[in-house]
């Protein structure tokens, strides 16, 4: 996450829970001509979010942005539920969803590989291991993780 999306999410954060949703990922993109401030959320018992939570937020979100004055330039805002996809940000989403099937996208190469999918087998607050699909040719069908090495990761919703 970049220094605005870390600030944005910081500010955001206790009114998205008085709401009864937690933040699960902020991303701030560009969409053409646009800039997209995306906030995806999930209800605070680990419930996927409906369209109204989206819109209760979303309503309260408008306003609060505005009055912080934190975007430099003009914004569509974007509040989304994480989805049968559910992306894994932090440690504690790793350790929530231990034993699920994932999908792991890592900065540089590993064994040759940068896309790893497999059963999320332990997570911890510094690193996770990964049980594979398709083994390593040579390396084993188990492969491990620190955060820092991770560029995304997400629950592979479609994998029962």
């Known amino acids: 996450m970049t220094a605005l999306e870390d600030k944005i999410e910081l500010e955001v954060t206790p009114l998205v829970q008085g709401l009864g949703c937690e933040v699960v990922k902020v991303t701030l993109f560009q969409h053409g001509q646009n800039k997209v401030l995306q906030i995806m959320i999930e209800r605070s018992d680990g419930s996927s979010a409906n369209i109204d939570d989206c819109q209760r937020i979303s309503k309260a979100l408008s306003l609060k942005l505005d009055v912080m004055d934190i975007m430099t330039s003009k914004y569509n805002l974007e509040i989304s539920s994480a989805g049968i996809d559910r992306p894994l940000v932090k440690p504690k989403d790793f350790i929530r969803f231990c034993h699920s ?10 064994f040759g590989c940068k896309n790893f999918k497999g059963n999320l087998e332990f997570a911890s607050e510094r690193d996770i291991k990964l049980k594979l699909d398709v083994p390593l040719q040579g390396n084993g069908d188990e492969i491990s993780f620190l955060y820092e090495e991770i560029s995304s990761a997400y629950i592979d919703g479609f994998k029962k």
């Open 101 to 110: 099937h994932v999908v792991v996208k890592t900065h540089v190469a590993k």
